[in-house]
């Protein structure tokens, strides 16, 4: 493995292949939520307090993926309304006892809804659909998304740094993690081109 540590390195200090590889992660992360976003942040921000990237790009980039990816699907939901429930895709992630819950947060809490969906896991994607269903007006809900997303990587990325950082002095840890991460992000950009061009083959069987 020790091979890949060079590339690793040099992946890490070019500071837009950085930003634009996390941004693709993160936006697509919004579509297929099995990406393990969260802990990749947290041990790239790791690997930057150790010495390896930008802890800075690396909050930026998920946080502008995040956002972007965020953004489409409310809007997708907006402009299409319940129609978009019918979508194969849309199934995997709504049912009715999702909305009804979402529908009645939406009620009690208005867009802070949407900062509520970030801390639970799985409901990130379902809160922003909703957030679009139940036409929440664009500003409202385009700001709580980008804000909602600056805090909750804001406090996972300053984590992961400070975390690589107190334990600067493990070396093996450092390499080891950057290896992983850089592997973990290939997986997920292959696996996710993969999925995407799979979907659009079943697709055009179907037509």
Same mark, same amino acid.
Not at 130 to 153: D, H, M, P, Q, T
């Given at each position: 493995?020790?091979?890949?540590?060079?590339?690793?390195?040099?992946?890490?200090?070019?500071?837009?292949?950085?930003?634009?590889?996390?941004?693709?992660?993160?936006?697509?992360?919004?579509?297929?939520?099995?990406?393990? !976003?969260?802990?990749? *942040? #947290?041990?790239?921000?790791?690997a930057a307090g150790a010495g390896y990237g930008n802890p800075v790009? =690396?909050?930026?980039?998920?946080?502008?993926?995040?956002?972007?990816?965020?953004?489409?699907?409310?809007?997708?939901?907006?402009?299409?309304?319940?129609?978009? +429930?019918?979508?194969?895709?849309?199934?995997?992630?709504?049912?009715?006892?999702?909305?009804?819950?979402?529908?009645?947060?939406?009620?009690?809490?208005?867009?802070?809804? +949407?900062?509520i969906g970030k801390c639970i896991t799985g409901m990130n994607l =379902?809160?922003? !659909?909703?957030?679009? !269903?139940? @036409?929440?007006?664009?500003? @409202?809900?385009?700001?709580?998304?980008?804000?909602?997303? =600056? +805090?909750?990587?804001?406090? /996972?990325?300053?984590?992961?740094?400070?975390?690589?950082? @107190?334990?600067?002095?493990?070396?093996?840890?450092?390499?080891?993690?950057?290896?992983? #991460?850089?592997?973990?992000?290939?997986?997920?950009? *292959?696996?996710?081109? !993969?999925?995407?061009?799979?979907? /659009?083959? @079943?697709?055009?069987?179907?037509?």
């Open positions: 493995m020790e091979f890949i540590l060079p590339w690793i390195e040099q992946f890490a200090s070019n500071g837009i292949l950085l930003f634009l590889t996390i941004f693709i992660v993160s936006l697509m992360n919004v579509v297929f939520p099995p990406i393990p !976003l969260e802990t990749l *942040t #947290i041990f790239g921000s790791f790009i =690396i909050w930026m980039a998920t946080v502008a993926g995040m956002s972007a990816g965020g953004i489409l699907v409310y809007r997708l939901a907006y402009i299409k309304g319940e129609s978009l +429930i019918q979508w194969s895709w849309a199934q995997k992630h709504l049912n009715p006892d999702a909305i009804a819950r979402v529908k009645g947060w939406f009620q009690r809490y208005g867009t802070w809804t +949407i900062y =379902i809160v922003v !659909l909703c957030c679009g !269903l139940f @036409k929440v007006e664009y500003r @409202k809900a385009s700001v709580a998304i980008i804000v909602s997303n =600056i +805090i909750y990587y804001g406090v /996972l990325v300053g984590l992961g740094r400070y975390l690589g950082h @107190k334990y600067h002095f493990f070396p093996a840890v450092g390499n080891s993690l950057a290896i992983g #991460i850089g592997i973990g992000c290939l997986f997920v950009l *292959t696996g996710g081109i !993969l999925y995407f061009f799979r979907g /659009l083959k @079943k697709k055009g069987n179907k037509d």
